[in-house]
């Protein structure tokens, strides 16, 4: 807060502060207060911008100053010249010293913007963010291994089983999910087979896009599909909630309880993900397949029951091993982000979304990445 200084009459008070230009002297009067400050800021202004020379400057008039007052009339002519102007200055002593003590400091320290530099500047971002992404990783391995030690703590202990939350969650995540994901792989298998039969349709070889969406599906799209789509769905969903309980203050009575917030809250979701999603997997890929074997049957007369037998033929059981293998580590993965997130809600609801929204990117982005790797290890496999 800017402090004041000076002893003026009620109608002095009252008067904006101002300054005017004769020749080469100012005159300053008013109150050069806080209140004024952008009028005085834009006056200051205009006699800069004017080029005139300053010798000498009247404080007779001046009625009230506080610190910001002070800091422009020291930038008005630089604070070694106002230093200079202010020893013969017909002033109070509050007012002098005040004024004084403003111009020394300015003085001493005078204000000088910063230089950018955008290589720099990069750098030092790129920097940020990778301690940002270190934190985060350091923070979900510790709270897998939280995760991991509580479910092997209660996993010989039938009695600490949750079993309704369990329920209820492979009810949200697993059954209620299964038409969208149905749905989705089925329309992303006709895709794949139109562009299959596009593409194939200049070698003469058409009948291998049954060989493509069969393969497709049962390594990759799949599992990729089911698992991006709750990452989506799902995640964000663990976030909210377990984030509005601890807006709610809930997890705080949980604990109060004397109960575990990862035994009541997380080891139920991660189990019932860790259910569903092969289980939608699974869906997935049979659903992948009719969309393709319709598109087949209806552009490229491969009736359904020769689609069947070259999938028979020529797909090797590996192939759909493969891609459901990868469903329980997936699901693990997004089920413990999500509510990694929840839990570091800070207790607002702005929070919330910011979190919600953070465990559907990393979800998304956990998938895709461990997906990548799993493709180059088999691959290098021959699996």
């Not at 007779?60 to 230093?83: F, H, K, M, N």
């Not at 049979?286 to 552009?299: D, K, T």
Request: glycine fraction near 8%.
């Amino acid at each position: 807060m800017a402090t004041d200084s000076g002893y003026s009459t009620t109608a002095h008070r009252d008067t904006p502060g101002n300054l005017d230009c004769n020749g080469d002297t100012l005159t300053l009067s008013g109150s050069w207060t806080l209140s004024h400050y952008s009028v005085l800021n834009r006056r200051i202004t205009e006699v800069q911008a004017s080029g005139a020379t300053i010798n000498n400057i009247q404080f007779d008039e001046l009625s009230r100053v506080d610190t910001a007052g002070a800091a422009l009339i020291a930038r008005l002519t630089g604070p070694e010249q106002a230093l200079r102007f202010l020893q013969n200055a017909n002033l109070p002593d509050e007012q002098r010293e005040l004024l004084i003590t403003v111009a020394e400091a300015m003085a001493c320290a005078p204000w000088q913007p910063a230089r950018k530099n955008a290589l720099l500047d990069f750098l030092a971002d790129v920097g940020e963010k990778v301690t940002a992404i270190a934190r985060l990783l350091w923070m979900l391995a510790g709270f897998i291994g939280q995760t991991l030690a509580t479910l092997f703590y209660i996993l010989p202990r039938p009695k600490r089983w949750r079993i309704t939350p369990f329920v209820a969650a492979v009810h949200d995540t697993g059954l209620n999910a299964l038409p969208i994901v149905a749905l989705l792989t089925f329309l992303v298998g006709a895709v794949v087979a139109f562009l299959g039969a596009t593409v194939l349709e200049d070698f003469g070889a058409t009948i291998y896009t049954v060989n493509l969406v069969a393969f497709s599906f049962l390594r990759e799209f799949g599992v990729l599909l089911a698992a991006i789509l709750l990452a989506g769905r799902t995640a964000s969903s663990f976030t909210a909630h377990i984030g509005a309980m601890k807006v709610n203050e809930e997890l705080d009575a949980i604990r109060t309880l004397g109960l575990n917030p990862v035994e009541l809250l997380v080891v139920p979701r991660v189990l019932a993900m860790m259910v569903s999603l092969p289980v939608l997997t699974f869906i997935g890929m049979i659903s992948g397949m009719v969309g393709g074997a319709a598109v087949c049957a209806l552009v490229l007369d491969i009736p359904p029951s020769q689609f069947i037998a070259i999938v028979e033929r020529d797909i090797a059981l590996k192939h759909f091993l493969v891609g459901i293998g990868k469903a329980p580590v997936f699901a693990f993965l997004i089920a413990v982000i999500g509510c990694l997130e929840g839990f570091k809600v800070a207790g607002s609801a702005q929070s919330v979304g910011e979190h919600t929204t953070s465990s559907v990117v990393q979800s998304i982005f956990m998938v895709i990445l461990l997906d990548s790797i799993a493709a180059l290890f088999f691959m290098e496999m021959g699996w």
